[in-house]
Every structure is written in structure tokens, then in C-alpha cells.
């Protein structure tokens, strides 16, 4: 059974970091590509990352150079590094995966909130 597991929302200054996690169950190697998705309110779910499984990794223009997405196989998790952190990107933070088969799953979401 999929299931993904998302942990490190907070709030946090601007200008400050805050490191997401997302644990894939059953495995990571179970996915072609594991990504971050985020909803602010009154917004539409947008990407911020995705790695894919040949570590090709992609980014919102709004958040180069300052996101790094990972991932720790033998943790089964995959990271959002997120740093100098600006308020606009107060938003619900989901994890993300792409099946192989191209199936989709979503995480239940962890809050991030900056504040200025």
C-alpha cells in the first residue's frame, strides 16, 4: 500500500530555513519521480520540486537557488530544503509521487507559514 508521509512544516521568520521531510512507503524505488507540491489560499496547487528517478530534478522559477530537493533511499524519505524563506511561500506543502504506471499520490499536507 502507497502511502507517503510528510513531517517539518512550521513557521518560521522570513529569511529563515525549514527542512520538509516525506517518508514513501512502500519504498522509494516504487516511483518514477517524487516531488513537492504547494496551495496557498485562493491559489491553485503549483510544483516547487520534483526528483526523478534518474535524479533529474526540476524547480519553480520562484524557488531556485534557494529549495534543494533530495532523497535518502535507504530512509525512503525525499527532502525539501528550503531556505531564505520569503512570506509568499506560506502555502500547504504536499508531497508528491509518480508511479511507474503513471499514477499519481498525494501526501496529507504539512503547513509552512512565514512571517515577516
Known amino acids: 500500500q502507497v502511502q507517503l508521509v510528510e513531517s517539518g512544516g512550521g513557521l518560521v521568520q522570513a529569511g529563515g530555513s525549514l527542512t520538509l521531510s516525506c517518508v514513501a512507503s512502500?519504498?522509494?524505488?516504487?516511483?518514477?519521480?517524487l516531488g513537492w507540491y504547494r496551495q496557498a489560499p485562493g491559489k491553485q496547487r503549483e510544483l516547487v520540486a520534483k526528483l526523478s528517478s534518474r535524479s533529474s530534478t526540476d524547480y519553480a522559477d520562484s524557488v531556485k537557488g534557494r529549495f534543494t530537493i533530495s532523497r535518502d533511499n535507504a530512509k525512503n524519505t525525499v527532502y525539501l530544503q528550503m531556505n531564505s524563506l520569503k512570506t509568499e511561500d506560506t502555502a500547504v506543502y504536499y508531497c508528491n509521487a509518480n508511479g511507474w504506471m503513471g499514477e499519481d499520490y498525494w501526501g496529507q499536507g504539512t503547513q509552512v507559514t512565514v512571517s515577516s
Open positions: 512502500p519504498s522509494v524505488f516504487r516511483f518514477n519521480a
